[in-house]
Structures are given as structure tokens and as C-alpha cells.
Nanobody, 123 residues
């Protein structure tokens, strides 16, 4: 059974940084693509960033230049470093795992999801 557990969310002022972590278990981590999505109140869940099994990365336009996704296969962990945060980044952030392994941006490509971690950016 795949389990994904996010941590690192919190309250930060605009312009600040947060580092989200996702610890994975129950899967052959190195073969999966790992993604981050977010969902703000009243909005649909949206793609933020993804890292493939072979370390290719892809970002939503809203995240480019500010967020960095990385993975540590030895620790079964994926990281989302978020810099220059804006109030519009406020959302619940979800970690997700895709057995396809390749870059993917649709929620339907990801079979396993974490419980989410709240990120709140104050102005």
C-alpha cells in the first residue's frame, strides 16, 4: 500500500520561503514520477511541479523561477522548495505519485496522493 506523507507547510509572509517534504513508502520510489499539486478554497486541484524517475522536471507557469522540485531516492523523499511566495500561493499542497515514471501534469496520471499540507501566505 502506497503512503505519501507531506510536511513543511505553515504560515509565511509574502516574499518568504517554505520547504515541503513528502515521504513515500510502499512503492519502488525510484521508478515513479513524483508531483506536487495544490488546491485553494473553491478552486480545482491544480498542477504545480513534477519530477520524473530520471530527474527531468516540469513546472506550472505560476511556479517557474520560484519553486524547485527535487528528489532523494535513497530517502524515498520528494522536496518542493518554494521561494518568493505570494498570497495567491495559499492552498493545500498535495504530494502525488505516478507509476508512469515520466513527466505528467494531470491528476488522472497520479494514482496515489498524500493528505495535504496547508500553506498560507500573508500579504
Amino acid at each position: 500500500q502506497v503512503q505519501l506523507v507531506e510536511s513543511g507547510g505553515g504560515l509565511v509572509q509574502a516574499g518568504g520561503s517554505l520547504r515541503l517534504s513528502c515521504a513515500a513508502s510502499g512503492l519502488t520510489f525510484s521508478t515513479y514520477a513524483m508531483g506536487w499539486f495544490r488546491q485553494a478554497p473553491g478552486k480545482e486541484r491544480e498542477f504545480v511541479a513534477v519530477i520524473s524517475w530520471n530527474i527531468y522536471t516540469y513546472y506550472a507557469n505560476s511556479a517557474k523561477g520560484r519553486f524547485i522540485i527535487s528528489r532523494e531516492n535513497a530517502k524515498n523523499t520528494v522536496i518542493l522548495q518554494m521561494n518568493s511566495l505570494k498570497p495567491e500561493d495559499t492552498a493545500v499542497y498535495y504530494c502525488a505519485a505516478s507509476p508512469r515514471g515520466a513527466i505528467a501534469t494531470s491528476t488522472s496520471d497520479f494514482r496515489s496522493w498524500g493528505q495535504g499540507t496547508q500553506v498560507t501566505v500573508s500579504s
